[in-house]
């Protein structure tokens, strides 16, 4: 029973801990936003023909934005900044998985969000369909970690009580 509630809790552990480094790795490539940009149009070849137009279109837009107004910019390092944040809610289930259950399940919600945002603001911000589907597939990803992450605290947390 001991080596059922360790093996669970190194699962938990590392399927977190894979968790955060997501959001991390979300958090800092926003802040080279127009740098990663760049690197992709030089080689928009590697992508399918239909989005090499909108690739460029992106890279275009945020040179040209940064040029005139940086400061707009601002937002996507504070969207950088709140990815570190959430990331850092998500020690205390790395401490304590039961009590601190409801990260998890907040983190799933938001994954679900995703796909509502996507398709509701989406339209409105003129992103082509295919890349809002690309949007979702990170909902997709990280609600997987963290449900494998709930069902296995839900039998930690039987196996406590």
């Given at each position: ?31 080279p ?19 090499q137009?909108?690739?460029?279109k ?29 990331a ?74």
């Amino acid at each position: 029973m001991v080596q059922h509630e360790q093996q669970l809790r190194k699962k938990v552990k590392t399927w977190i801990i894979i968790f955060i480094i997501g959001l991390v790795l979300s958090g800092v490539t926003a802040f080279p936003i127009e740098t990663e940009l760049a690197f992709f149009a030089a080689h928009a070849q590697a992508f399918p023909t239909f989005m090499q137009p909108w690739i460029m279109k992106v890279y275009l837009a945020v040179k040209t934005t940064n040029q005139n107004y940086p400061y707009l910019s601002y937002g996507t390092d504070w969207l950088a900044f709140g990815h570190l944040v959430i990331a850092m809610a998500f020690v205390g289930p790395l401490k304590d998985p039961v009590k601190n259950t409801w990260v998890i399940q907040f983190g799933m919600i938001a994954c679900i969000m995703v796909f509502p945002l996507a398709f509701i603001a989406g339209p409105i911000r003129g992103i082509p369909i295919y890349w809002r589907f690309i949007d979702c597939c990170f909902g997709i990803l990280g609600i997987i970690p963290l449900y494998i992450c709930y069902r296995d605290i839900k039998k930690l947390e039987a196996l406590t009580s």
